[in-house]
């Protein structure tokens, strides 16, 4: 395999294995995992339950640690971050949407777009014209200060969609993020993504909806823990 700079790849994976230890028998939900995300793909990762899609999703957004191999995120080795690395990498290079939204119900759409600068210190005038600007990219400029238990299910998820942008992150990582959306909400949501990504962002979405994977440009699948196949669209 090449070796690849920052500009050629967002993320890389070689040989990724993961394994839980439950009593004695360990459990390989990752047996050796290896692709390259290049830098501006839009990449739909399935797979059945056990196939180890939602272990590899922890894995890419350094929410846990391989058993084995090595994950690039841009030219870092994640692997061989400290938890304080790990958590930086997290908050400033990674923008996550989650199925269930994941906003904090006491802040405004506005706050809650700011969240993820908080842990890179203090929020400037610059910052938070930006969060006005993204509010105002998603739809929600008239929502700003309404919380998310006055927004529908549709803009929750536009909101947490402009959160992830908030740092300019090196990719975005979208778990199930139409899973509780009906298909007209969801064709608004997808359709959001996919100018995103026309705009150079990298996009990682996990699914398991063949009709929101084929909104993808590349559908890789998994099996017991192995690339079943990686097709490009």
Known sequence: MNTATTTEFAARIVDLKKDY???????????GVSFDIPAGDFVAIMGPSGSGKSTLLNLLGCLD??????????????????????????????????????????????ENIEVPLYYRGRITPADRRRCREL???????????????????????????ARSLANDPYFIL???????????TTESILDLLVELNREGKTIVMVTHEEEVAARSKRIIRLRDGLVQSDQRL
């Not at 230890?21 to 047996?31: F, I, K, N, Q």
């Not at 304080?84 to 997290?90: F, T």
């Not at 998310?148 to 969609?161: D, M, N, V, Y």
Request: net charge negative.
């Open 135 to 161: 509010a105002q990219r998603v739809g929600l400029g008239d929502r700003l200060d309404h919380r998310p238990t006055q927004l529908s299910g549709g803009q929750q998820q536009r909101a947490a969609i």
């Open 65 to 110: 640690r391989p058993s084995g191999g090595k994950y690039y995120l841009g030219d870092v080795d994640v692997a061989r971050l400290s938890d304080d690395e790990l958590s930086e990498i997290r908050a400033s290079r990674i923008g996550f949407v989650f199925q269930s939204y994941n906003l904090i119900p006491q802040l405004t759409v506005l």
């Open 174 to 184: 979208a778990d199930e993020p139409t899973g509780n959306l009906d298909s007209v």
């Open 21 to 31: 230890h439950l009593g004695e028998e360990p459990v390989r939900a990752l047996r």
